[in-house]
């Protein structure tokens, strides 16, 4: 179920990015360089509506600009769309003003989108390293425990491994790659005492230096007592 919902998560804000990307304005469209007894130009028409030729003389003296095509990132930078439209219309007026195929506009879409999905996955699966110890309740080292990992990834990359303690209760992890981290310590004969240890590690955050950081000389201490 966790996996299910970062995955929505995760695929929301890729759409939204999309989206984003689609449709932001063009860096030079807030700054005018005309000279202010210029003549202004009517607003830009609506799909289906009728084009008219600008008969004065600055409209005929002005440079045509051509629809652009893709940028050198593989984006669209054209002015805003009209507010209020669905996806689909605004997908459709893109491709107007583009001047291409409304099914060429939607190839070019999915490859951005794909695109977006690999830069997600190459930021969100992080390098997974962990360093660990197990000990009694006194803080006697305890050999031969067992320390279950179960590891998750984006988009539903999921696995688990187990190791054993060495004689100074000491076990590490490294060479694999994914967000969340769960770590679990058992032995027979004793028990992990609820809320003492720390389970749960986050190697992906989107603040900067936010994910867990280890540190093979300060290991996770997985503190067991023995049963009653």
Known sequence: MKTR???ILLITAALTLLVARLIRPTPNAA???RPSNAVSEPPSPMLGSEVRPQTTATARNRPTQEPSALDAHGSWAGEPLPPGSTLQEQLEELARRRGVPLNVLTQQALVQLSNIWQEMRQTVNQ????YGKAVDETGIPLA?????FSCQGYPEDYWTTNLLTASG????LTGATGTLLYVHVALDGYE???GT???KFTYYSPLPGGGFKPDPNHPVVFRLRKKQ
């Open 5 to 7: 919902i970062l995955l």
């Open 31 to 33: 700054h005018d360089d």
């Open 127 to 130: 390098r997974i390293e962990f």
């Open 144 to 148: 031969g425990a067992h320390a279950e």
């Open 169 to 172: 209760g000491s076990f590490a």
């Open 192 to 194: 992990e005492v609820a």
């Open 197 to 199: 240890n720390q389970n």
